[in-house]
């Protein structure tokens, strides 16, 4: 396990919902290790932030991914298909975070090679919990690949 | 007696639509046979009536019987006849004999007179007359005796020489005739003495007689008399032997002039016929007459048979010594009786029984017969009422119903298939089934057999339609016979089809809109709890209440809204059906209600479980909300006790989930399982009265059906069937 606290988590988080891109924000700032949240309200948007295309200057940085399946012009499973068929981008872990139990979603997700679903509870504390846990494993034990070179 | 054929079954009409002659069909093969069997029928129907070879058989027998009779009768007749002419000659043979004896007697006496010298006295012929021995060695004789002839002059003479001896001698009765015929002598004297001295001249019979035997030096007999002796005066005659002195006696004249007297003998007829007859001959009836004069009747009158004639009479004239003399001999009774002979009776019976029998066997075997196809015509008539039902039935079928022969050329097809296919049956029958049914099943009906198989049809109008099709092989004599039966589901496969893109739309509405619901409500909730969380100190009591139900409600929206997404995915197939042991499963499901478990302490109990083929998610979600009940609705006063297990049954199997909980009321075992259906409120116990209805979705989803039985407050049991899979039950 390595610990670098030097730099700051960055996690994008894919979501169109505002009031869901509040909650989840909120969630994160009591989060114990340090992070930072960028927001794409699209996939399309997703996508440039990631590869720094059309007028987006390029995340230097992106750990994580949380990613919403529902979203407006390129929904989340075309959003993560685009980035494990890109090679600059398959490294990173993609989170899907989703307010469907389908399983079909659950599978399709994995099946794109999402690193994990999780389902958004509907309760706002168990949803501070679910970021806290998220937090802990991914951010805390989990060795990203971005942070290890 | 004779029956009216009922005619042979017609089974144009059964097989076939509307045969067409010229086709070379299974039809026509079957007129023809019904044809060839009706003049069978009526055949057989002919034999068993009586014809006239049976008649004529029978007549012949008959008169057979009837000629014997008549023959074997006749002769019998005649033998009886002859034997009754027999006996009628016999019995005039033996009075002609004794007459003749007699005469031989009298003519003894004409000898011992002659040795006498033609002088004789009473004891001379007393002497004669013993040594004859008249009763002994003749019977029937009355007396014998002498005449003497006397001219008037020799009267006096002749009394005075016969008074010598007899004393009280003379001549009687007086006649106006001048010659005298006195009897002189007559033996046996005691009981004749009473014609001593009688004048044979006084009566005419006797005085006829006498003179006859004079002229003519014969033997004569006199008409019918009766003797004096005769107390009875019963009738009798006497026989006269003349006798002459020497000297020529030719002549009438001669005869006159030497005649001296007559040797006589008397007869009462009664007493000569009964010396002469034995009693034997009391079976005839006799009766003897001189002319008019009856000289003897025995047993006449018995003779007459009730029809006042005799069976036999036969009448026989002898001319004896002058007289004629008539027997009348008829048959008695009692002569019928004797000689009657049974024979002719005996054939005519035992041929009229021959006949009588004989009959009875024609009649017995035409009955048979008739029997026979008064059977075969009722057999017929069921035989032909179930045609006519069978064939009510295939004519009136929905379903098509199409046979053939094994390389699938088509024999019949019923007015179903007609409907269906839009050929005519006449059109249809001899083409091959690929006309309707197109490969591949169309190519190889007889490879096809089995269960009901969707395919492809074609009809007239080269429409393709969906139908439900089965071959099989109809087992029949000389042959196989292939049979194919069609539904035309094209409209049911429309239907069908329609609903099931329905219900998915349907599902697919109900997911879209549980899956969108959530997403605002997730928000509701949410901003509420934070506005609680860091506005609550700065609001009053009565803001914070409003936010508090706010939150409550959404929440509770959250849960229906999930439980209904849960439901409506309840009949979703995903995953498919597999075989999964179900054991198994439910230890996974024991595993996710875990917690609940522990924290009440429930003690699950699993029997043996079978492997089954069902969704298995489902399958582990039906047995998650049962067991999740269990543990939920627990009585509070006892440890929970639950009881998985499986009983097998010929096409399915039966889980029950049991346990000791509070229990349900019998009037709510069908409502439980209704959506939202609630038995508690929300404070006793969480829940949106969802899961059951889940759990009765998914059981119907994989054909089987759910059910309860529960007594208050002791505990229930939830029992759900898990059909087996075909080829299960089958080893089953």
């Known amino acids: 396990m390595i610990k670098d606290n030097v730099r700051l988590i960055e996690i994008l988080l894919v979501e169109d919902n505002p009031g869901d891109v509040f909650l989840t924000k909120k969630a994160f700032e009591r989060a114990k290790v340090a992070n930072h949240l960028r927001v794409a309200t699209d996939g399309e948007m997703a996508l440039n932030i990631l590869r720094g295309e059309n007028g987006c200057p390029p995340a230097e940085i992106v750990d994580i991914v949380l990613l919403d399946i529902n979203l407006p012009k390129l929904d989340g499973k075309q959003v993560l298909e685009a980035m494990k068929q890109d090679p600059a981008l398959r490294h990173i872990p993609v989170v899907v975070l989703s307010s469907s139990k389908a399983e079909k979603d659950v599978l399709q997700s994995y099946d794109l090679q999402a690193s994990g679903y999780v389902i958004k509870p509907l309760d706002f504390d168990q949803f501070v919990d679910v970021v806290a846990a998220i937090e802990e494993f991914w951010f805390s034990i989990v060795a990203l690949p971005s942070r290890v070179a | 007696m004779f029956l009216r054929p009922q005619g042979p079954v017609d089974l144009r009409g059964v097989m076939t639509g509307s045969p067409d002659p010229g086709a070379p069909s299974a039809g026509n093969r079957l007129f023809e046979e019904a044809q060839s069997l009706a003049k069978e029928h009526d055949r057989i129907l002919h034999a068993g009536r009586l014809h006239w070879f049976h008649w004529s058989i029978i007549g012949a027998s008959l008169v057979l019987t009837i000629v014997a009779w008549y023959l074997v009768q006749t002769q019998v007749d005649e033998r009886v006849g002859n034997q009754f002419d027999q006996e009628a000659r016999q019995v005039v043979e033996l009075v002609s004999e004794r007459m003749r004896k007699y005469e031989d007697a009298l003519w003894g006496g004409l000898a011992a007179i002659h040795a006498q010298g033609d002088e004789i006295d009473h004891r001379e012929w007393k002497r004669f007359s013993e040594t004859l021995k008249i009763e002994k060695k003749y019977p029937g004789i009355n007396g014998i005796g002498v005449i003497y002839h006397l001219k008037p002059g020799e009267v006096a003479a002749f009394l005075a020489k016969q008074r010598i001896e007899r004393p009280g001698f003379s001549i009687f009765p007086s006649h106006g005739h001048n010659e005298f015929f006195p009897i002189t002598y007559t033996e046996p004297v005691d009981v004749n003495e009473a014609a001593i001295g009688l004048d044979m001249a006084h009566e005419t019979n006797r005085y006829t007689a006498a003179r006859k035997a004079r002229d003519t030096g014969e033997t004569q007999a006199t008409g019918p008399i009766t003797l004096v002796q005769d107390a009875g005066g019963t009738p009798g005659f006497q026989l006269y032997v003349p006798f002459y002195s020497d000297g020529p006696h030719e002549t009438v004249e001669a005869?006159?002039?030497?005649?001296?007297?007559?040797?006589?003998?008397?007869?009462?007829?009664?007493?000569?016929?009964?010396?002469?007859?034995?009693?034997?001959?009391?079976?005839?009836?006799?009766?003897?007459?001189?002319?008019?004069?009856?000289?003897?009747?025995?047993?006449?009158?018995?003779?007459?048979?009730?029809?006042?004639?005799?069976?036999?009479?036969?009448?026989?004239?002898?001319?004896?010594?002058?007289?004629?003399?008539?027997?009348?001999?008829?048959?008695?009774?009692?002569?019928?009786?004797?000689?009657?002979?049974?024979?002719?009776?005996?054939?005519?019976?035992?041929?009229?029984?021959?006949?009588?029998?004989?009959?009875?066997?024609?009649?017995?075997?035409?009955?048979?017969?008739?029997?026979?196809?008064?059977?075969?015509?009722?057999?017929?008539?069921?035989?032909?009422?179930?045609?006519?039902?069978?064939?009510?039935?295939?004519?009136?079928?929905?379903?098509?119903?199409?046979?053939?022969?094994?390389?699938?050329?088509?024999?019949?097809?019923?007015?179903?298939?007609?409907?269906?296919?839009?050929?005519?049956?006449?059109?249809?029958?001899?083409?091959?089934?690929?006309?309707?049914?197109?490969?591949?099943?169309?190519?190889?009906?007889?490879?096809?057999?089995?269960?009901?198989?969707?395919?492809?049809?074609?009809?007239?109008?080269?429409?393709?339609?969906?139908?439900?099709?089965?071959?099989?092989?109809?087992?029949?004599?000389?042959?196989?016979?292939?049979?194919?039966?069609?539904?035309?589901?094209?409209?049911?496969?429309?239907?069908?089809?329609?609903?099931?893109?329905?219900?998915?739309?349907?599902?697919?509405?109900?997911?879209?809109?549980?899956?969108?619901?959530?997403?605002?409500?997730?928000?509701?909730?949410?901003?509420?709890?934070?506005?609680?969380?860091?506005?609550?100190?700065?609001?009053?009591?009565?803001?914070?209440?409003?936010?508090?139900?706010?939150?409550?409600?959404?929440?509770?929206?959250?849960?229906?809204?999930?439980?209904?997404?849960?439901?409506?995915?309840?009949?979703?197939?995903?995953?498919?059906?597999?075989?999964?042991?179900?054991?198994?499963?439910?230890?996974?499901?024991?595993?996710?209600?875990?917690?609940?478990?522990?924290?009440?302490?429930?003690?699950?109990?699993?029997?043996?479980?079978?492997?089954?083929?069902?969704?298995?998610?489902?399958?582990?979600?039906?047995?998650?909300?049962?067991?999740?009940?269990?543990?939920?609705?627990?009585?509070?006063?006892?440890?929970?006790?639950?009881?998985?297990?499986?009983?097998?049954?010929?096409?399915?199997?039966?889980?029950?989930?049991?346990?000791?909980?509070?229990?349900?009321?019998?009037?709510?075992?069908?409502?439980?399982?209704?959506?939202?259906?609630?038995?508690?409120?929300?404070?006793?116990?969480?829940?949106?009265?969802?899961?059951?209805?889940?759990?009765?979705?998914?059981?119907?989803?994989?054909?089987?059906?759910?059910?309860?039985?529960?007594?208050?407050?002791?505990?229930?049991?939830?029992?759900?069937?898990?059909?087996?899979?075909?080829?299960?039950?089958?080893?089953?």
């Open chain 2, 255 to 732: 005869r006159r002039r030497n005649f001296i007297g007559i040797v006589y003998g008397a007869f009462i007829f009664k007493n000569l016929m009964h010396g002469t007859l034995d009693s034997d001959r009391r079976n005839v009836g006799i009766r003897i007459t001189d002319g008019d004069d009856v000289l003897y009747n025995e047993n006449y009158a018995e003779a007459m048979n009730r029809y006042g004639r005799p069976r036999f009479a036969k009448t026989i004239s002898i001319r004896e010594f002058g007289r004629t003399w008539d027997f009348e001999i008829l048959s008695k009774e009692s002569f019928d009786n004797i000689s009657s002979n049974q024979l002719p009776w005996l054939i005519l019976i035992g041929g009229g029984i021959i006949d009588a029998l004989l009959l009875a066997l024609f009649i017995f075997l035409a009955r048979s017969n008739r029997q026979a196809v008064e059977f075969a015509d009722k057999m017929n008539e069921q035989f032909q009422a179930r045609t006519i039902r069978l064939s009510a039935i295939i004519e009136n079928a929905r379903s098509g119903l199409i046979t053939m022969d094994e390389d699938g050329l088509i024999e019949s097809i019923n007015p179903a298939c007609e409907r269906i296919f839009g050929y005519t049956a006449a059109e249809a029958i001899g083409r091959n089934i690929r006309l309707f049914i197109p490969a591949p099943y169309g190519d190889d009906p007889d490879q096809n057999q089995g269960f009901a198989v969707r395919a492809e049809g074609r009809t007239k109008s080269g429409e393709t339609i969906l139908l439900e099709l089965a071959f099989s092989e109809i087992p029949v004599a000389g042959g196989r016979l292939l049979s194919a039966i069609v539904r035309d589901i094209t409209e049911q496969d429309k239907a069908e089809t329609e609903i099931i893109r329905k219900n998915l739309e349907l599902e697919r509405f109900a997911y879209v809109a549980s899956h969108d619901l959530q997403e605002p409500l997730r928000m509701v909730s949410s901003f509420t709890e934070l506005l609680q969380a860091e506005y609550g100190d700065s609001l009053d009591d009565q803001a914070r209440q409003y936010m508090e139900w706010t939150v409550q409600s959404s929440r509770r929206m959250q849960n229906l809204i999930a439980d209904l997404l849960e439901y409506s995915m309840a009949s979703s197939d995903e995953g498919g059906f597999s075989d999964f042991d179900s054991g198994e499963q439910i230890a996974a499901v024991l595993d996710n209600l875990g917690n609940a478990m522990k924290e009440s302490g429930a003690k699950i109990k699993v029997g043996n479980l079978p492997v089954i083929y069902v969704n298995p998610l489902r399958f582990g979600r039906l047995l998650q909300n049962l067991v999740g009940n269990a543990i939920k609705y627990r009585a509070h006063d006892r440890v929970p006790e639950i009881t998985i297990n499986a009983q097998e049954g010929d096409r399915e199997w039966v889980f029950s989930v049991c346990d000791n909980g509070l229990g349900i009321r019998p009037e709510y075992f069908d409502q439980i399982f209704v959506i939202f259906k609630r038995l508690h409120n929300k404070e006793e116990y969480s829940g949106t009265g969802i899961g059951l209805s889940i759990c009765r979705k998914i059981v119907e989803n994989f054909g089987g059906r759910i059910w309860v039985e529960s007594e208050p407050d002791r505990g229930s049991k939830f029992f759900f069937s898990v059909p087996k899979r075909q080829k299960d039950r089958d080893a089953a």
